[in-house]
């Protein structure tokens, strides 16, 4: 037996560490400001459609029927003002006091542009009002027909200005405006709708709304509306949609 053989096995040598991988960057959720955004956006939308497509086939001289849909016109409107009115005296100042200076001038120019964009919202709005206030009155076919244009003009306008917004000035307030900047903003926003509008609208909000969404729009209401809406606030606006949709919501 040579001496070779009696020799211990080489120890193996442990192999060089690999480059680390570089880490995987992770999406930063969206914040509460542009969620709320989104979530508003969605709804309106889709209402807008909604009365335009139903108004069609409505009945003329049924004044039940008009009265339901011209009344939630009406409130579709004033939703979409007030928000226009929140987002102009509070969301936008406070996105500009926490840009970073060297984004100001990029945030500044794009409140411009909304700035200008949602003054023709608000003005067709009202036109929508003054059109659904005369279909109320005459009850007949032909300002049913000048509603459902109406409404479909305006859900026309909405879809270019809030795809603009949503593309660029909610990323500028994912990437300044934190939570805690968002606050004083849902304190001092007050719609004066009524209780049951205020249930109504919550029902709309969370119609299309993805899980998470409608986890955070429920955990951030005071504790006795979520209470409302698990008792009667569901059921009642199920009977709402089905009066304004003859079906009843998707989900």
């Known amino acids: 037996m040579t001496a070779t053989a009696v020799l211990p096995p080489a120890v ?8 680390p991988a570089p880490p995987v960057a992770t999406p930063r959720a969206p914040g509460r400001a542009a969620t709320y955004q989104r979530v508003l956006h969605q709804l309106v939308r889709r209402e807008l459609r909604t009365l335009a497509d139903v108004a069609t086939w409505a009945p003329d001289g049924e004044c039940a029927r008009t009265g339901t849909l011209t009344r939630h016109a009406g409130l579709v409107a004033r939703l979409l003002l007030h928000h226009h009115a929140v987002e102009r005296d509070a969301v936008w100042p406070a ?53 459902a244009r109406a409404c479909r003009r305006l859900a026309d306008d909405v879809d270019a200005q809030t795809a603009e917004e949503e593309a660029i000035l909610l990323p500028l307030l994912d990437a300044h405006l934190t939570d805690a900047g968002w606050a004083p903003v849902v304190r001092t926003a007050r719609c004066g709708l009524s209780g049951r509008e205020q249930l109504l609208v919550l029902g709309l909000a969370l119609e299309d709304c993805s899980a998470a969404d409608r986890a955070r729009l429920l955990g951030g209401l005071p504790r006795g509306r979520r209470l ?24």
Do not use: K, M
């Open 12 to 19: 193996p040598l442990p192999r060089r560490p690999a480059d």
């Open 95 to 147: 996105l500009l006091h926490s840009a970073p200076e060297g984004a100001r001038p990029a945030v500044a120019a794009a409140v411009a542009g909304w700035t200008s964009s949602c003054a023709r919202i608000d003005a067709a709005l009202r036109d929508l009002d003054t059109a659904a206030r005369q279909w109320a009155c005459s009850g007949s076919g032909r300002a049913r027909e000048a509603f």
């Open 228 to 251: 409302a809406w698990r008792l009667w606030g569901g059921g009642r606006y199920r009977a709402a949609v089905v009066r304004l949709r003859g079906a009843p919501p998707a989900a």
